[in-house]
């Protein structure tokens, strides 16, 4: 009895041993792989920069009324996709559009009155060329009447000259010498008057180039009606500016999409008095997405622009998003606080502070992100590294 036990008790120690081996070896394991993975995650986290407090960002366009005005018809709910010029909503137009055809009829008017200016001045420069010819036909027939008396002038000068020596030469009886000098007078009268017919005619040519003072001119000169003109066509200038105000006035009071893009939030009805500059909805560009992340000042020198970025989605942890550092900031997010800390009590807790980042969205099913959603962002931080 006592060998059978002598033999049980020698033979534990031989079967417990490679169990103890197999538990040892276990966990010389586990503990190796802790040391690994430790040793992975401590060196994966000094090649990267990953941080949490970043969400997608994009440029909001808030749309506004340039004008005040009763909502006629609003025709977009939130999240539609516009393009840019599409119809957001129209103003209640009906005075301003009876203004419209008021400018246009007048308009209208000026253009047919600068017509008919333009045809008095064609029929005034008619008037004046047919008058300067009248008189420049009654110049020439005075000037020729005027030719004929200087002519018979000297004949009549010649005949009392000679009368005059054969009556001095007793020849020649006095009653027939005062007859050629009678004569002689009367040729230089006519002399003078057909001079001064032809100063008239002369004065009449004059006048008639200026259009005055002559039978033929039924209009004014043709300066004058062009100076009328020149008023006449600033005043349609003016009303066409004023067409053109009013066209432009209409316009503003349909509201259209100034971009391509989402809409976020709607702030007004249909029905709402607007006014002017009052928001009416909020919107985004799908295409014109980022990241902004927060990174802490202790790991800002490490970044650089152009470093690879993943970018992980709370709202799709299953899609892969790749992005690239863009912009770092060079001031801290505290300086933009509405209420900054001046810490009047003389107390000092250094705290942390965080500067943003910029990271642009590269690759990715970009379309399922909106602004707001947060997200987790992994910098590789290793060309940095390699540049120092």
């Not at 009895?1 to 586990?30: D, H, Y």
């Not at 009303?239 to 053109?244: E, S, V, Y």
């Not at 650089?304 to 770092?328: H, K, L, M, N």
Request: net charge negative; hydrophobic share 40%.
């Amino acid at each position: 009895m006592s060998s059978e036990q002598t033999k049980v008790s020698s033979a534990k120690p031989t079967g417990s041993t490679p169990r103890r081996l197999a538990r040892l070896l276990l966990v010389a394991v586990l503990l190796l792989g802790c040391v690994w993975w430790f040793a992975s995650w401590f060196y994966y986290r000094q090649i990267h920069v990953i941080e949490d407090n970043a969400s997608i960002t994009t440029n909001l366009v808030t749309v506004s009324s340039r004008l005040p005005g009763l909502i006629q018809e609003f025709v977009v709910t939130e999240g539609d996709q516009l393009d840019e010029g599409s119809l957001i909503a129209r103003l209640y137009s009906a005075p301003d559009e009876l203004e419209l055809d008021k400018r246009q009829s007048r308009v209208a008017r000026m253009q047919a009155q600068v017509a008919f200016e333009e045809q008095q001045i064609a029929l005034s420069v008619s008037q004046l060329e047919g008058g300067v010819q009248v008189s420049e036909g009654e110049l020439a027939t005075d000037l020729a009447a005027l030719r004929v008396a200087e002519t018979d002038l000297e004949d009549a000068e010649r005949t009392w000259k000679r009368s005059q020596r054969l009556f001095e030469s007793g020849t020649l009886p006095g009653q027939e010498r005062d007859r050629d000098y009678f004569a002689y007078q009367s040729a230089l009268a006519r002399v003078e008057q057909a001079r001064q017919q032809v100063l008239v005619r002369r004065t009449a040519l004059a006048n008639a180039r200026l259009g005055v003072a002559t039978s033929q001119m039924t209009l004014p000169n043709p300066e004058m009606l062009r100076a009328r003109l020149d008023v006449t066509l600033q005043d349609l200038e003016e009303a066409r500016a004023d067409l053109k105000q009013q066209r432009q006035y209409l316009d503003d009071m349909i509201i259209r999409s100034p971009r391509n893009g989402v809409v976020n939030r709607i702030f007004v009805e249909a029905g709402e008095y607007l006014s002017a500059g009052q928001p009416i909805l909020m919107m985004h560009t799908a295409d014109d997405l980022w990241v902004e992340a927060k990174i802490k000042e202790t790991r800002i020198g490490e970044l650089r622009a152009g470093q690879p970025v993943r970018v992980r989605v709370d709202a799709y942890p299953e899609e892969e998003f790749t992005g690239t550092v863009q912009v770092i900031g060079r001031a801290a997010t505290s300086q933009f606080a509405l209420l900054p800390n001046p810490n009047p009590s003389g107390n000092f807790t250094k705290i942390t502070q965080r500067l943003p980042v910029r990271i642009s969205l590269d690759d990715g099913p970009t379309e399922l992100l909106g602004p707001g959603m947060m997200v987790t962002v992994v910098i590789d931080i290793r060309e940095s590294a390699e540049r120092d």
